[in-house]
């Protein structure tokens, strides 16, 4: 018994060894491509593993959170944030031109009439179509209550649809480059159908890019929209936006330096007092608060465009802005500068006192006691000024006692006229002044028919431009005419920035009217 055991011992032995031996013939020679796709992989996992990995989510804030409806909504950051997820007939761009949106085609059939026609192959986020209802439902709503969107709408008389991809909007007047009128976010007319519009609790939807996941008290949660007409060659590399609701702006940038929030879009002058200057990127824009001097072209001394000349080449705003504003405003030449297509740069005029002495001289001017002196029609005139400013604006006053100095070294005396806002809109609507400081907010409507149209705050008038003024093809001619003629001087405009975390990646082209441009290239880094 214990040989035939033994030998059976011995059998199973070999038969081991043999199964052993065979396992490692089989793994050397049969699977050599297996064993080598698998060393590849390796290697592809181990260079995926050095590169940066992405996070699929992006935080945000927003202080005084009202609503994520974008016609209802009073909060400027929420209507930006908005633009994600609701989409208008037409988009404005980066550099302020329009492009088609929801509209596939605009038509101007007569001065007061337009017609759009829709794309009904989008839908909206819960899978139903655009149809032009919503167009006229949308307009109806901003008719009907106090929207940030209301004044888009102010001359819109009746929207017709005559089917579901046309609406026929008619004016109650001809507005100038009605398009641009056009960027209010639309709504769907069928999902609040039998519901009170204002007072609904249903999450809105749009069209856009993200939709909104939930809304809790504290956070809103957005993701991206499978059904988002681009989805598939425009992915976008963030799967998700969580937006916190905070009490205000000072939590958020504390909330920003614990790095618990990505992005911040602010108009805050001041705002590196918050953040600090380091450990974050900034893409600082253009805002459309435009501050400059309007000058009286029916004035017996500056309705010579010599002495206009001389005054802008002697004020140099980089002076202003680090003397007065410590660098928080930017220089500005004109009410197109504010990232505008159609501003033309090569009108920028720099400042030259130099220069602006030799154009007085060459105008007959004489340089004594001083003072500049000329004989006008048989009496010697002195080139002493004056400039209306209102005494409760405290940058303006700093700004014109600035300007006061600079013209001072050219001999150019500026008398500062201080008056109440009262007697500031008295000066201003009768336009009887030399100068005045003032300014006003760019509207997205290149229209410049405030600065050189009919009775404008210069009196200045010119025949050639009038006939271009609603043509926008020409406008880079009424910029190189107006800065000859000089009948105001631009000086300065606000400035906005968007705060980035150090790890946020993308392409960046925001301004004033849009902080996310080419959203689905926007990323956070590991």
């Not at 202080?63 to 994600?84: G, H, R, V, Y």
């Not at 085609?105 to 149809?131: P, R, V």
């Not at 435009?290 to 010579?304: K, Q, R």
């Amino acid at each position: 018994m214990k040989s035939n055991s033994n030998n059976i011992f011995i059998v199973l032995f070999i038969l081991v060894v043999m199964g052993l031996i065979g396992g490692a013939v089989y793994i050397l020679y049969f699977s050599q491509e297996t064993t080598d796709w698998d060393e590849e992989e390796i290697e592809e996992v181990n260079e995926t593993t050095e590169t940066i990995s992405v996070v699929g989510n992006l935080k945000m804030g927003i202080s005084n959170f009202d609503t994520m409806n974008p016609l209802l909504s009073n909060n400027k950051e929420i209507l930006n944030i908005d633009k994600l997820i609701f989409e208008p007939l037409i988009n404005i761009t980066s550099d302020y031109n329009t492009e088609k949106c929801l509209a596939k085609e605009i038509n101007k059939t007569s001065d007061n009439e337009y017609q759009i026609k829709l794309d009904t192959s989008i839908k909206w986020q819960d899978g139903s179509s655009l149809i032009s209802k919503d167009i006229q439902y949308t307009v109806d709503r901003l008719k009907e209550i106090n929207s940030i969107y209301s004044p888009n709408v102010r001359f819109i008389e009746s929207v017709e649809v005559p089917d579901s991809e046309t609406a026929i909007i008619k004016l109650t007047e001809p507005v100038r480059f009605f398009e641009y009128y056009l960027d209010f976010p639309i709504v769907s007319s069928s999902y609040y159908l039998n519901e009170d519009f204002q007072s609904s609790g249903k999450i809105p939807i749009g069209t856009g890019m993200y939709k909104i996941a939930s809304i809790d008290d504290d956070k809103v949660f957005l993701i991206r929209n499978d059904r988002w007409r681009f989805i598939k060659e425009k992915t976008p590399k963030t799967e998700s936006i969580t937006i916190t609701k905070s009490t205000s702006m000072g939590e958020i940038f504390n909330s920003f330096k614990l790095g618990n929030m990505d992005i911040i879009n602010t108009n805050m002058p001041n705002y590196a007092e918050f953040v600090g200057t380091m450990g974050y990127n900034r893409r600082e824009y253009a805002g459309r608060n435009y501050d400059f001097i309007a000058i009286n072209c029916y004035d017996s001394l500056l309705s010579s465009k010599e002495v206009r000349k001389a005054i802008n080449l002697a004020i140099n705003r980089d002076n202003i802005i680090s003397s007065v504003f410590n660098g928080t405003k930017t220089a500005s030449y004109s009410p197109l500068d504010y990232g505008s297509y159609l501003y033309d740069t090569n009108t920028r005029v720099k400042s030259n006192q130099e220069e602006a002495k030799k154009i007085l001289e060459n105008d007959g001017w004489t340089y004594t006691n001083e003072r500049w002196q000329k004989n006008i029609d048989g009496y010697v005139a002195r080139l002493t000024l004056s400039m209306v400013v209102c005494d409760d604006n405290e940058e303006r006053l700093n700004t014109i006692y600035n300007i006061q100095s600079q013209l001072q070294e050219v001999g150019i005396v500026l008398n500062v006229a201080r008056v109440n806002r009262d007697r500031y809109y008295q000066f201003l609507n009768e336009k009887n002044y030399q100068m005045i400081l003032t300014g006003v907010t760019n509207s997205v409507n290149p229209d410049l028919s405030y600065f050189y149209g009919q009775n404008n705050i210069a009196n200045y008038y010119n025949d050639d431009i009038m006939s271009k003024i609603e043509i926008l093809d020409k406008y880079s001619e009424i910029e190189k005419q107006v800065a000859d003629d000089v009948p105001y001087i631009g000086l300065y405009r606000n400035k906005g920035a968007v705060i980035l975390n150090a790890n946020v990646g993308g392409d960046f082209k925001s301004n004033n009217y849009y902080t996310y441009y080419n959203f689905n290239e926007w990323f956070r880094q590991q």
